[in-house]
């Protein structure tokens, strides 16, 4: 009985032995969310990542400015001591297009749903490049701040029919808890295009209603992504409807295919 329980002890060692070895060779992938939105809209993703063995990191995007919430990023990614996968969504995209640039540990960028800006370019004017947007009717009248600037919020009715593909209950949950954008940050310019020696991997939905389809593919050409997948009747809010089509392009991204 002893001589089975210690077999069965030291079985046990050496399989987590292994499996810490295996989650070593993988890169860190680190998920920053959009505005709106928190980083709970990563949950099926992490759960896909974590049983793949990665080590995921998944911060709170300050949703202040361009710059502010690339500098918050740019601190972590100098702070995780492994190669990392940096993955946008939406508003996100800008994010990383910025606060991987000079990061040597960032071997991959993965825009999902997101914007990729070249410099100079604003979020504005990326959703409004071609036709189908419907976010601007959505918004709520700005809430302005002691310091005079002013948050965005999507008004809680209709924040579910923009992303038509999440549970309804869902969708209800996040219209409540979500998080605002300052208005700035949509108008302010991109200083730094990372996927320009970065290599990038894309995914959206046709049926986004939040950055046009076309918008997606136009930044995804230019950025000669590595690979594009584009999901048919999938809404913005990809990662969430399709968490483990994300997951494994994220996979893909990790080992450079």
Known sequence: MRRSLLRAALFA????????????????????????????????????????????????????????????????????KAPVVL????????????????????????????????????AGQLVGKFPGSTLGPALAPPVTLSNGDKDLYVQQDKYPALFPDVPLKRATVMAAEQRPIAAAAFDEAETAAAWKHIPSWHIYGTADQGIPPESLKFMADRAKSKKTVVIKGASHLVMISHPKEVASLIEVAAKGD
């Open 13 to 80: 060692t050496a399989a987590l032995s292994t499996a810490a070895a295996f989650a070593a060779d993988k890169p860190t992938v680190v998920l920053v969310h959009g505005a709106f939105a928190d980083a709970s809209s990563w949950n099926g993703v992490i759960e896909q990542l974590h049983k793949d063995g990665f080590t995921v990191v998944a911060p709170a995007n300050p949703l202040r400015s361009v710059k502010t919430d690339a500098a918050y990023i740019a601190d972590l990614l100098a702070s995780i």
């Open 87 to 122: 993955v946008g969504h939406s508003y996100g995209g800008s994010v990383i297009t910025e606060a991987a640039e000079g990061r040597d540990n960032v071997k991959a960028l993965v825009y999902v749903s997101a914007l990729s800006p070249d410099v100079g370019e604003t």
